[in-house]
């Protein structure tokens, strides 16, 4: 994995931790005021005990704010929806098991923070599969469309950078990518390829300022 | 509103409620205790099908939850008296043996039958609300269990022991009733 990518992603996971610790700890009010906290305390209570009238409002409490929280602490939309969606059917699943006396809003935070770490790590060994198979060469070319595409921009982009070099040099590396090359192979075509090539990079890196 | 929307509080029901039969399935652990009394007691077919009439009922009653679970467990534990208490006198050479030993039989099934009967009703009295219902589960619950200790005495005997459960229960239950109102 390049150097450059590893920091990004070390940094994006640093802040998907703190969002979390944010949700999980000091920001929590802000997820979940105190009213609302002890109404869902009551309702997660009234359902451990097999009121089924708590279940309406209990959903409709939660569902929106383990959205959020896992809007927050992952960084795709559909992993975030997806934790949510295990999250609440877990926190259901084992509403028969909730300890009356214990915090109903950390238990279900813990739950769904559970499930996005889980969908983190999952996401982090796709793409470490991902990287060994195109390092293996083992993915036909144009196999991946993620690969395919960013071939394609790669192709346009080197065309609009060959567009605005002047005529003779486009000649020269026409001429030379075909590899009709004078039949004495003079020393005055390779100096002209060479001009030619660095005015290329010239293009290249004051259009889109990298080599 | 997406259609996974639409479908997700039905996924969270069915969730919930499979949670809570799987709940109620470990609680209902419980009465193997009383399974294994009964068949030590009573090897056969008979409390056999009671066991598994009992299973069935506290599990229903368990997975349901609120005032019929907690009534369960307070059923099983008052119908261990009348399961238990004509064999310890028997056992203990006063049943069974002529006529007049059949008649303390009998007063051990009833008097059995009236301390489940307390024992539900002194539970059903920590209830708030719902007494009925809590009387009623547990009461079925504690005949279910004592019913094949009675059954030394016959139909008789049976009849003495829920007899007993319910005059020393139903006071209570129409104490709680009035006091609802």
């Given at each position: 994995?390049?150097f450059?990518?590893?920091t990004?992603d070390?940094?994006?996971?640093q802040?998907?931790c703190?969002?979390?610790?944010?949700?999980?700890d000091?920001?929590?009010?802000?997820t979940?005021?105190?009213?609302d906290?002890?109404?869902?305390?009551r309702?997660?209570?009234?359902?451990?005990?097999g009121?089924?009238?708590a279940?309406?409002?209990?959903?409709?409490?939660?569902?929106?704010?383990?959205?959020?929280f896992a809007?927050r602490?992952?960084?795709?939309?559909?992993d975030?929806e997806?934790?949510?969606?295990?999250?609440?059917l877990?926190?259901?699943?084992r509403?028969?098991?909730f300890?009356?006396e214990?915090?109903a809003?950390?238990w279900?935070l813990?739950i769904?923070?559970?499930?996005?770490r889980?969908l983190r790590?999952r996401?982090a060994?796709?793409?470490?599969?991902?990287?060994?198979?195109?390092?293996?060469?083992?993915a036909?070319?144009?196999?991946?469309?993620?690969?395919?595409?960013l071939?394609?921009?790669?192709?346009?982009?080197?065309?609009?950078?060959?567009g605005d070099l002047r005529?003779?040099d486009?000649?020269t590396?026409?001429?030379?990518i075909?590899?009709e090359?004078?039949?004495?192979?003079?020393?005055?075509?390779?100096?002209r390829?060479?001009?030619?090539?660095?005015r290329?990079?010239g293009a290249w890196?004051?259009?889109?300022?990298?080599? | 509103?997406a259609?996974s929307?639409?479908?997700?509080?039905?996924?969270a029901?069915?969730?919930?409620?499979?949670g809570r039969l799987?709940s109620a399935?470990?609680?209902?652990?419980r009465?193997?205790?009383?399974?294994?009394?009964m068949?030590w007691?009573?090897?056969?077919p008979?409390?056999l099908?009671?066991?598994?009439?009992l299973?069935?009922t506290?599990?229903?009653?368990?997975w349901?939850?609120?005032a019929y679970?907690?009534?369960?467990?307070?059923?099983?534990l008052?119908?261990?008296?009348p399961?238990?208490a004509p064999?310890?006198?028997?056992?203990?050479?006063?049943?069974?043996?002529?006529?007049?030993?059949?008649?303390i039989c009998m007063v051990?099934?009833v008097?059995a039958?009236?301390?489940a009967?307390?024992?539900?009703?002194?539970r059903?009295?920590?209830e708030?609300?719902e007494?009925?219902?809590f009387?009623?589960?547990?009461?079925?619950?504690?005949g279910?269990?004592g019913?094949?200790?009675c059954?030394?005495m016959?139909a008789?005997g049976?009849?003495?022991?829920?007899?007993?459960?319910?005059?020393a229960s139903?006071?209570v239950?129409?104490?709680?009733?009035?006091?609802?109102?």
């Open positions: 994995m390049p450059a990518r590893q990004a070390s940094e994006l996971e802040s998907r703190a969002a979390q610790r944010r949700a999980a000091g920001d929590l009010d802000e979940l005021k105190r009213a906290r002890e109404q869902i305390d309702w997660m209570t009234a359902l451990a005990d009121d089924r009238n279940f309406a409002p209990l959903y409709a409490a939660l569902w929106p704010r383990l959205r959020a809007a602490a992952l960084p795709s939309s559909a975030a997806d934790a949510a969606q295990s999250a609440l877990r926190v259901f699943s509403a028969a098991e300890d009356g214990r915090d809003c950390a279900v813990g769904v923070a559970w499930e996005c889980t790590k996401a060994r796709r793409r470490e599969i991902g990287d060994a198979s195109h390092l293996d060469g083992a036909a070319p144009g196999a991946d469309p993620e690969a395919a595409a071939a394609r921009d790669l192709e346009a982009a080197a065309r609009a950078a060959f005529p003779a486009q000649d590396l026409r001429r030379a075909a590899g090359r004078p039949p004495d192979g003079g020393p005055t075509f390779r100096k390829l060479e001009r030619a090539i660095a290329l990079r890196r004051s259009t889109y300022g990298t080599e | 509103m259609p929307d639409i479908s997700l509080p039905r996924k029901r069915r969730a919930y409620e499979l799987r399935a470990l609680r209902a652990l009465v193997l205790p009383v399974a294994a009394l068949l007691m009573h090897p056969g008979q409390a099908a009671l066991l598994g009439v299973a069935v506290v599990l229903a009653l368990l349901r939850g609120g679970g907690r009534a369960a467990t307070t059923g099983l008052a119908g261990a008296v399961l238990v064999v310890l006198v028997r056992s203990g050479g006063h049943c069974c043996i002529a006529g007049l030993c059949a008649a051990a099934c008097g039958g009236l301390v009967g307390a024992v539900v009703a002194l059903a009295g920590r708030r609300g007494h009925g219902t009387m009623a589960s547990a009461a079925f619950v504690a279910l269990t019913v094949l200790g059954t030394v016959g008789a049976i009849l003495g022991m829920l007899a007993g459960l319910l005059v139903v006071p239950a129409v104490r709680g009733a009035l006091a609802a109102r």
